[in-house]
C-alpha cells in the first residue's frame, strides 16, 4: 500500500497550467506538514510549496505567484494548481508528508520529509 500516491503530471507547453493531486491514505492522512517538491536528473530535490495543518500555504520563490498549493482533508488529497508554466517548471514532481511544526514546515526546511510519494513528471515545452 502507498502511503503517497501522485497524479496529474504530463506534458504542457509554455504558459499552460497543470494541476497534480496526491492522495494520502495510512499514517499520512494525519500528517500537519504536507509538500510538493521537485527535482531534475542529477539536480538536488527542491522544495516547491508547503501547507501546514491544511490551511497555511508557504512557497518557493520561484513558484511564488504561479502555483497553489491546498489540501482537502475530507479527501485525504493535496493540490499543487500550476499556472504560467515555464520550461525550467520541468521536473519529477514529488509529494511528502510528515509531522512539523508551523516554522519548519517550509519549502527549504521540510526537504526530511518522513513520507514520500513516487513522483508523477511535468514536462513544459516551449
Known amino acids: 500500500v502507498q502511503d503517497l500516491l501522485e497524479s496529474g503530471g504530463a506534458s504542457v507547453q509554455a504558459g499552460g497550467s497543470l494541476t497534480l493531486a496526491c492522495t494520502a491514505s495510512g499514517r499520512t492522512g494525519d500528517a500537519s506538514c504536507m509538500g510538493w517538491f521537485r527535482q531534475v536528473s542529477g539536480a538536488e530535490r527542491e522544495g516547491v510549496a508547503t501547507i501546514y495543518n491544511g490551511a497555511l500555504p508557504f512557497y518557493d520563490d520561484s513558484v511564488n505567484g504561479r502555483f497553489t498549493i491546498s489540501h482537502d482533508k475530507d479527501k485525504n488529497t493535496v493540490y499543487l494548481q500550476m499556472s504560467g508554466l515555464k520550461p525550467a517548471d520541468t521536473a519529477t514532481y514529488y509529494c511528502?508528508?510528515?509531522?512539523?511544526?508551523?516554522?519548519?514546515?517550509?519549502?527549504?526546511?521540510?526537504?526530511?520529509?518522513?513520507?514520500w510519494g513516487q513522483g508523477t513528471q511535468v514536462t513544459v515545452s516551449s
Open positions: 511528502a508528508a510528515g509531522w512539523r511544526d508551523f516554522v519548519s514546515c517550509r519549502p527549504r526546511t521540510f526537504l526530511d520529509a518522513d513520507y
